[in-house]
């Protein structure tokens, strides 16, 4: 059964860990997290940008397929299907389709109708009891051809936001998505330090988990960030596993052309870098 990320995230601030949030393309992607999540007793968040969602024929179809697979692996761990970088519209798409948690990003309008979209939403989505995120100060990167520099957050805008009652914030502190360039400067620990000041016990998420070396995500999760985003890594760990697997012209072998044996590696890869996560962020045996 899917739930709301509200408890889960409200945990790892209290036990100073933070859960991952998987971000899946198809259903391989969804069964390698699901999998190991359950494996190490591991509350999951599965994150669906708006273009996965779009590559997997629609919101409905992912929720559906979410929910039917928890059903027939026998997932007894938290799991939340959680929208990342939504629109205000596609937040409303996600609600209706089923997911339990939804990440809207109004960080390009201006602070007023960003705090007037997100109560609107904050309405929504505790009538329905789900989760709702909201992001102060866009993260650099690209994600889905939204592109962004890699903003510091202001603090108090930070506050006005979590004032409206969101259950998680997505607050810029230098990190972006994909992957790091050469000259990155690192996170901002004093800009996260003041947000987690004027925002108390509301728990932090960061963007871009892919290359940020482990000694400042620890960092970060002591500082109030309870949930991180990962998406990059398991696509390299993906890409590496299947160009392996041709290159050694094992899909020449037998049956290796069978998409089910093609896509094994790259599934298993993947298994392998959501358990050095969750080992890293402190999740495994909190579900």
């Known amino acids: 059964m899917l739930v709301s990320a509200t408890e889960m995230l409200k945990k790892a601030v209290a036990g100073k860990y933070a859960v991952g949030q998987f971000n899946i393309n198809n259903l391989e992607w969804t069964k390698s997290i699901l999998a190991t999540a359950q494996e190490n007793n591991s509350p999951v968040i599965l994150g669906v940008s708006a273009g996965a969602g779009k590559y997997m024929t629609g919101f409905k179809t ?3 397929m979410v929910q039917a697979m928890i059903e027939d692996m026998k997932i007894t761990v938290p799991v939340a299907l959680h929208l990342d970088h939504g629109t205000y519209e596609q937040c409303f798409d996600c609600i209706e389709a089923g997911f339990s948690s939804v ?13 007037e979209k997100t109560t609107e939403l904050v309405r929504v989505t505790r009538e329905k009891g789900l989760s709702l995120e909201a992001e102060v100060g866009s993260i650099g990167g690209e994600e889905d051809g939204v592109i962004g520099a890699g903003e510091v957050a202001d603090p108090k805008e930070c506050k006005m936001i979590a004032d409206l009652g969101v259950d998680f ?6 990190n972006i998505h994909g992957k790091y360039p050469e000259n990155w400067k690192g996170l901002d620990f004093d800009a996260l330090a003041a947000i987690k000041e004027l925002t108390g016990d509301l728990p932090l998420v960061l963007h871009g988990g892919t290359g940020i070396p482990a000694e400042m995500i620890q960092k970060a999760i002591s500082l109030g960030v309870a949930k991180i985003n990962v998406n990059t890594e398991c ?8 160009r392996k697997y041709i290159e050694a012209g094992k899909d020449l072998e037998g049956k290796g052309f069978d998409p089910r044996k093609l896509l094994a590696p790259g599934c298993e890869a993947i298994k392998e870098i959501v358990k050095e996560k969750m080992e890293l962020f402190g999740s495994v045996n909190k579900a």
């Open 62 to 64: 992912v929720s559906a």
């Open 169 to 174: 914030l997505a607050a810029g502190i230098g």
């Open 235 to 242: 696509q390299l760990y993906f890409q590496a596993a299947t």
């Open 103 to 115: 990440m809207f990003d109004g960080s390009h309008y201006p602070i007023a109708e960003n705090i």
